[in-house]
């Protein structure tokens, strides 16, 4: 943690000159990757032979020289040992950050980039140790992080090790050298070029990327009639059809939650997912820490139960139909200031109340997945109540710089018709995630060029003519909006590991420019800066960010937009699906990270697969149970998928989450849970009505971290009104036999606030990244040994129809009377000088005692040699400042202890004290809403100890006198939200 | 010349036993039957599972067994425990003998130390593979190590390693001292010169004189004093590994009185199956006669009254605990594993109460389907406590459950096997009464 600052490569050289070749000038700054390439510089290779002649150019060895080569490769082995040296292109004896001016080996560079979902871009720092990324944290600079991740992007350095990740160019199933690869690109744009790309056929996802938009239209020129086609598994395309509908344009919307006091969502989860729901989560929770404001009410109507809901102070469950409903009954009460309902105790009737009551500090947000007419509701209510402007603003739709694209729909009728000669898919996986009505797979067999790229060889890349390796996003260069239009650069935090191109090159091959990625981002920005580019450029490598260059807001008019007047359709028969990306793989994408895969979600707790979500009362009315297998059927199509009857989902309505029941996703991803991309259409992507559902009889084995879902009536997470007295139980613990440790220096401690703990999960994957937490697979879960240091419990209480949720992350308490260290025979969990309950690896012999007597049951044992088995990460993505654990010893939560030590020595080294805020836990640094404090709670300035005395502060277990060193704050509710969701039921059904 | 006439008084004093001389045939007769011979192979045959699931366990990892977190004991505890209190009721039963020169003293003792020393020995396989790591398990002693690194003292499991050494130590002690005139013997016949000199060793220069004998028995009744004391001792400590922690089933000051009563109890049981299976299987009436069963029967039926006192004890602090111990304790007793709980009260306090029967008593059959029900009524009881007592603990997110691998049945069933093939090969190549209280005996026989 000794540097914090983002550190772009390009600076290594700014910093000596001398590197600079003669053909080097201020504008061609050159990186080189190794010392072969950088040896291509005269200047270069002089200073290398004067430092290190030897490795450089070998030449003939006499005796003596012999021996003394040998002498230095025994010394040196371990260095070369820690290089990444298995590329099969230019092994590196030492590489980059080796030799680089600013890296001291050992310490950890940083590199701030971008890393995309769904398009857009969300900054993090990439934490490089000896130049292997091992660690993602959040950019604090850039608006979409804040400093903070989501689960998506502390897992992206799993995959960069993915040793299933595509590894050479495949053409009819065989491998294909890369010069084959460039001649075929060169013949694809020779041909084409004559016909002004009549029949070439261009098939993206959608992404915010200023340089991927320029080359495009690059292209575009260059190929008239060459056909672009975009395709996304979670398209938007309702809310900006709500836009257009409402102002007459389409728009994107970004949110301020941090000045809303009122806020309604339909559908989607505002907080938990999406875009820009890092950022909306933190303004949430600094919304509600505002103390000189009364709390904001989150109203929450929504099918499926998400994160947001959990946290809503009023939340109801609505089949798809009743959310329809319910916002024009909002919309009813606002323009006509009267209850349109006799019903005066209705959620609508209240909601709208307080929507009205805030103004423009309401803010009404709905879900991607809601109907155009929900959306465009959710539109016309902001600017009635005035929040356009306070809570909500509006910016040119962030896709729209690639221009026009056309649907896959009209590709696959293209294909049918037979029109088109070549198809070039630019990552994405059709294939897989493709609506079923349009045949995708099929189509493709029938196109006579078909080449894929991507990072993996997948569905998509087995199906094409050729397959060409994408660079993963830690190797490559790019730029990426986030949701709010910012810009953030993405540089290259490693040597690539795969010889691989991106789409953004192959778009600069096809359009003639120089293709390499680098100087392609490099074009666009110098077009843009002029002579300012080579100070904006460095800048903006160190902030991952260009500043200024968030979209500005759009002045939007509503035009007189009223909502079609509701059809009376017939009512549903069936069930209603609605589709929904998953929690832990998305849209499918992640389904080959382990970390992701193993990942507890974050309501259900399942792990390794997915369910069919429905209400417990449909459950049994249907006759299934958990587990059961039963058969979803809809115009001919059908799925089959366990039933998980999930408390809080409304009633006649099914979620099923995309993503799963991959085929060609690699050893990790293959066959898990089922596929419910084989329901969807391309008519009826989010919502079906009118599904059958029926039981097969046949049972599957749900894999799940947590049993039991009720707190038993015990003090486990507490609850206060606003501005209660105290948390903290009036029953003192009982006396100890042993006299209280004495802490001179530092006493580290932390504190959960629940009040803003969203259950993300964000903490249980950092921590799982940070301390090489193992990945045990799902037998092992299944028997219940799953490694997390951190787990998030999640605990139900009032009606399972509208329950009330409660999430608690529970680490190591680090118990000031550790009930395990007593109990160890040799000693092995000791109490630091600091306050830590110490975990000895080497000194553990395995009795296991320790986990028997801690109450909270956050010890971990090693059953097996998990570094060894089937669902190990590689080497490389361990982090090397925690040991990685071997089989037969018990380890858990250390508060990140090299984290402490780093910190210390870095403090000690400036002859100061640590500074609070200095040191950071990873699930710490990883949390959107700032929940998790830690600090000493031996400065009397430190915010922990602020936090302790705040009268929200209690001890979980506290009566045992365990003294746990983490403590939690106390939610905060006005009372039981499960009553309001209760009466509001029958206002919605 | 010590006190020649007490120790001549004390001899004298022994009740005249029926003749002896039929038990040197049995150890010396060539053949032993088909049924020795077939149960012999089942027992080694099951050694040998025993083996495989030990290897299991050392070079794969603990984890064949189906244990997890909150879980982390299973079979291993459990079967460590239960032969523990095996061990400790043979021990004690024996131990009473020397001291009380019971007639049964003669018949059974020497198997009784046997089945002890036996039951310590599958008892003793138990704490050292449960752990992670094994090939540490000596990091228990408080060695001198270069880091000064000492055992946590406070730590139950210390005091329970102790309580094994000592265990062991007593047990062997009370086996040797008795082992002593036979192994002067055993060297005064030795053929080979280095035989007769690893005899002469251990015989400690045994010349069988009136001091030597009147040494002999102080110290064999000082031993068998020692043995009182241990057994409640190593019960209690055993109980310790549960009660000392904060397991709200666990933390239980009653906890050590249901460890000795209920231990005690199957090693009676234990007892009077082998003497039944003795009886039935090598024709021993002659010297394991009526009376004695009758009275290990009565026995056994006693402590099955003790142990019913304690469950319904149990009960009583249960409905009175705090929230936390009566939810623990109520689902031990109603929750998945009730099955466990009520097996434990069937087998071990329903089925002894036939042993008011005097007929029940002196049927060899019977006695040793109670014998077995009793002893594995305990292991019910051993199994409900070390799973079912900690499925309901502090926070329900981590309730769970568990369920034994095969591994650990191999280990159940192996350690059976092993205290079956060392009980055959005692009884076959062993004197089952020791030669020097025979000599006696018929010394006694031909005076009169």
Same mark, same amino acid.
């Given at each position: =943690? ?917 040191? =950071? ?69 | ?448």
């Amino acid at each position: =943690m000794a540097k914090n600052r983002a550190l772009p490569v390009d600076a290594y050289i700014r910093d000596r000159p001398e590197l600079a070749g003669p053909h080097s000038n201020a504008n061609d700054l050159r990186l080189w990757r190794s010392l072969e390439e950088a040896g291509e510089c005269t200047k270069v290779r002089r200073i290398l032979q004067a430092e290190n002649s030897a490795p450089a150019n070998p030449g003939s060895f006499d005796r003596r020289a012999m021996l003394n080569f040998m002498t230095a490769s025994l010394a040196l082995g371990g260095l070369a040992g820690c290089a990444v040296n298995r590329q099969p292109f230019g092994a590196p004896l030492l590489s980059q950050p080796f030799r680089s001016p600013q890296h001291t080996p050992g310490v950890p560079l940083f590199f701030a980039t971008s890393l995309e979902l769904d398009g857009l871009g969300r900054g993090v720092l990439v934490k490089s140790h000896d130049g292997r990324p091992v660690k993602i944290e959040g950019n604090p600079q850039h608006p979409a992080s804040l400093g903070a991740t989501d689960v998506f992007s502390q897992a992206e350095v799993l995959s960069l090790y993915d040793p299933d990740r595509s590894k050479h160019p495949i053409a009819g199933g065989e491998r294909r050298s890369w010069t084959d690869a460039r001649q075929l690109i060169a013949q694809l744009r020779q041909q084409f070029l004559a016909k002004k790309g009549r029949g070439l056929r261009i098939l993206l996802q959608p992404c915010a990327s200023p340089t991927r938009d320029r080359l495009i239209r690059l292209v575009r020129q260059a190929f008239p009639e060459a056909r672009w086609h975009a395709y996304s598994p979670l398209p938007d395309d309702q809310g900006r059809a709500a836009t257009r509908a409402v102002f007459a344009r389409p728009l994107d919307q970004v949110f301020a939650l941090d000045r809303a006091d009122v806020i309604l969502t339909l559908g989607g989860d505002l907080l938990g997912s999406g875009p820009g729901h890092v950022r909306y989560a933190a303004d949430y929770a600094d919304r509600r820490r505002a103390a000189d404001r009364s709390p904001p009410v989150l109203y929450t109507v929504e099918t499926t139960p998400s994160l947001t809901g959990a946290r809503a102070d009023r939340r109801l469950a609505a089949a798809p139909r009743e959310i329809e409903h319910f916002a024009r009954q909002i919309l009813i009460h606002l323009e006509m200031g009267a209850p349109a309902t006799p019903d005066q105790l209705s959620v609508a009737r209240r909601a709208a109340e307080d929507l009205a009551r805030a103004g423009p500090h309401a803010l009404v947000a709905a879900g991607r997945e809601q109907p155009v007419t929900v959306q465009a509701i959710a539109h016309a209510l902001n600017s009635r109540l005035g929040a356009i402007g306070t809570t909500v603003r509006y910016i040119e739709p962030l896709f729209a710089g690639s221009g026009e694209m056309e649907t896959l729909t009209e590709l696959a009728s293209a294909i049918a018709a037979g029109d088109v000669e070549a198809l070039l898919i630019l990552g994405g996986n059709p294939v897989y995630d493709a609506p079923t009505d349009i045949e995708f797979a099929k189509m493709l067999g029938s196109v006579p060029l078909s080449i894929h790229v991507g990072t993996y060889r997948d569905e998509t890349g087995l199906a094409c003519r050729w397959h060409l390796p994408a660079r993963h996003p830690l190797e490559s260069w790019g730029d990426l909006r986030a949701f709010d239009g910012t810009v953030g650069l993405r540089q290259p935090a490693t040597v690539p590991l795969i010889e691989a191109t991106t789409p953004e090159e192959l778009l600069g091959e096809l359009a003639g420019e120089a293709a390499d990625a680098r100087e392609l981002v490099q074009a666009t920005w110098r077009a843009e800066w002029g002579a300012d580019f080579d100070a904006r450029w460095i800048t903006s490598l160190e902030q991952g960010l260009i500043e200024g260059s968030g979209e500005v807001t759009v002045p939007v008019q509503p035009g007189d937009w009223s909502p079609p007047p509701a059809t009376r359709s017939p009512p549903a028969e069936g069930q209603t699906v609605v589709f929904a990306p998953d929690p832990s793989v998305w849209d499918g994408r992640f389904a080959n990270n382990a970390w992701l895969q193993e990942l507890p979600k974050p309501l259900s707790k399942q792990v390794w697969g997915n369910a069919a979500f429905m209400a417990p009362a449909d459950a049994s009315a249907l006759g299934l149970r958990g587990g059961d297998i039963a058969v979803f059927r809809h115009n001919g199509r059908s799925i089959e998928a366990p039933v998980w009857p999930l408390p809080g989902h409304a009633q006649n309505a099914v979620t099923v989450t995309l993503g799963y029941g991959r085929t060609a996703a690699g050893k990790i991803g293959n066959s898990r849970g089922f596929d419910a991309y084989r329901l969807r259409t391309s008519q009826e992507p989010w919502i079906i009505e009118n599904v059958d559902v029926l039981s097969t009889g046949r049972r599957e084995r749900l894999v799940t971290t947590q049993h039991h879902h009720s707190m038993e009536g015990r003090d486990i997470v507490r609850v206060v009104a606003p501005g209660a007295a105290s948390a903290s139980s009036s029953v003192s613990p009982p006396p100890s036999f042993y006299p209280d440790f004495v802490y001179d220096g530092n006493a580290w401690g932390m504190t959960i606030d629940l009040d803003v703990c969203l259950g993300c999960n964000a903490c249980v994957i950092a921590c799982q990244a940070e301390n090489n937490v193992p990945v045990v697979g799902p037998e092992e879960v299944a028997r219940g040994r799953e490694m997390h240091w951190l787990r998030i419990d999640r605990y139900y209480s009032g009606h399972p129809n509208s329950p009330q949720t409660y999430f608690q992350p529970v680490p190591c308490m680090h118990c000031e009377k550790a009930p395990c260290e007593l109990v160890c025979p040799v000693n092995a969990t000791v109490h630091s000088s600091e306050g830590l309950n110490e975990m000895t690896y080497s000194r553990c012999v395995g009795t296991r005692t320790c986990s028997n007597n801690c109450p909270y049951k956050v010890r971990r044992f090693n059953w097996f040699d998990y570094s060894r088995l089937p669902f190990a990460a590689t080497d490389d993505v361990f982090n090397p400042e925690v040991t990685v654990r071997w089989r037969g010893i018990m380890e858990k939560c250390t508060y990140c202890v090299q984290r402490i030590s780093a910190t210390r020595i870095a403090a000690r080294i400036e002859n100061r004290p640590i500074r609070d805020g200095e040191l =950071m836990t990873a699930c710490q640094q990883a949390c959107p809403t700032r929940a998790i404090v830690f600090g000493d709670i031996n400065d009397p300035a430190s915010l922990v100890r602020k936090q302790k005395q705040d009268p929200r502060n209690y001890a979980l277990l506290g009566e045992l006198n365990t003294q746990p060193r983490t403590t939690y704050l106390a939610r905060i509710s006005d009372g039981p939200s499960a009553q309001g969701a209760a009466d509001a039921h029958d206002d919605a059904g | 010349m010590g006190r020649p006439p007490k120790v001549q008084q004390t001899l004298m004093t022994m009740p005249a036993e029926a003749p002896a001389r039929d038990i040197a045939r049995i150890p010396l007769s060539p053949d032993f039957g088909w049924r020795w011979a077939a149960s012999l192979i089942a027992s080694v045959a099951m050694v040998f599972v025993l083996a495989y699931a030990v290897g299991l366990a050392v070079f794969v990892g603990v984890g064949v067994w189906g244990i997890n977190v909150p879980f982390v004991w299973g079979f291993d505890l459990t079967n460590y425990v239960w032969w523990i209190g095996l061990a400790n009721g043979c021990s004690l039963f024996a131990a009473i003998l020397v001291l009380r020169r019971h007639s049964l003293r003669t018949a059974i003792n020497r198997f009784a130390e046997g089945l002890a020393l036996f039951a310590v020995v599958c008892a003793g396989v138990f704490p050292i593979i449960h752990l992670g790591r094994p090939w540490l398990f000596y990091w228990m002693f408080p060695y001198p190590a270069e880091f000064q690194v000492w055992p946590q003292f406070r730590s139950p499991l210390t005091w329970d390693f102790w309580a094994i050494i000592t265990h062991l130590m007593v047990t062997t002690m009370l086996w040797y001292v008795g082992l002593i005139p036979d192994l002067a013997t055993l060297r005064d016949r030795a053929r080979s010169v280095a035989a007769k000199r690893v005899f002469a060793v251990f015989a400690l220069g045994w010349r069988s004189s009136i001091r030597h004998w009147a040494f002999h028995q102080r110290a064999y009744r000082l031993v068998a004093i020692a043995v009182i004391p241990l057994v409640l001792v190593i019960q209690s400590t055993i109980a310790f590994e549960f009660a000392v922690t904060l397991v709200p089933d666990w933390h239980e000051t009653r906890l050590p009185l249901h460890f000795i009563v209920s231990g005690l109890e199957s090693g009676l049981a234990l007892i009077l199956f082998a003497a039944a299976a003795l009886r039935t299987s090598l024709r021993l009436e002659r010297y394991i006669d009526d009376e004695d069963m009758d009275l290990i029967g009565k026995l056994l039926l006693a402590n099955a009254l003790v142990s019913a006192y304690v469950y319904a004890g149990e009960i009583g602090v249960a409905l009175f605990a705090d929230d936390f111990a009566q939810t623990a304790a109520l689902n031990r007793m109603l929750g998945d594993y009730a099955s466990l709980y009520w097996g434990t009260i069937a087998l071990s306090v329903i089925v002894p109460q036939v042993l008011w029967l005097r007929n029940v008593r002196l049927n060899d059959g019977l006695s040793l389907l109670v014998g077995l029900a009793v002893t594995a009524g305990i292991w019910l009881d051993r199994l409900s406590l070390v799973v079912a007592g900690i499925q309901r603990d502090y926070l329900p997110s981590m309730w769970r459950t568990y369920s034994p691998t095969a591994p650990e049945w191999y280990l159940f069933l192996g350690s059976i096997g092993l205290i079956a093939a060392l009980f055959l090969l005692f009884v076959r190549y062993l004197p089952v009464i020791s030669m020097s209280e025979t000599r006696h005996d018929e010394h006694l026989e031909s005076r009169s």
